[in-house]
């Protein structure tokens, strides 16, 4: 089955930087545009970053210019490289199929920026 292993996050400093990856299984992951979701508590899931099958990428307003998304298809991976980090990208963060995600969810990362 679809399977999402989401990993890489945590405390961090108001400016600092994180590297979170996301391995995926079950799925042909060359094929699928890929995604990266943020939830904050009390807020909705929402869409960061996407990168097609060929790397084109796009980002959230919030995110553009510090956040780069990449893919590895040989290792069935996708990363987000998030830079000068605030406490507003406090979140627990996911990967699956930009779009219409998948139904299986991994279990998230969580990032924290404070001081």
């Known amino acids: 089955q679809v399977q999402f292993v989401e990993s890489g996050g945590g405390l961090v400093q108001p400016g600092g930087s994180l590297r979170l990856s996301c391995a995926a299984s079950?799925?042909?992951?060359?094929?699928?545009?890929m995604g990266w979701y943020r939830q904050a508590p009390g807020k909705q899931r929402e869409l960061v970053a996407g990168?097609?099958?060929?790397?084109?990428?796009d980002y959230a307003d919030s995110v553009k210019g510090r956040f780069i998304i990449s893919r590895d298809n040989a290792k069935n991976t996708v990363y987000l490289r998030m830079n000068s980090l605030t406490p507003e990208d406090t979140a627990v963060y996911y990967c699956?199929?930009?779009?219409?995600?998948?139904?299986?969810w991994g279990q998230g990362t969580q990032v924290t920026v404070s001081s």
């Open positions: 699956n199929k930009k779009g219409t995600p998948f139904d299986s």
């Open positions: 079950g799925i042909i992951f060359r094929m699928y545009t």
């Open positions: 990168i097609t099958t060929g790397g084109i990428t």
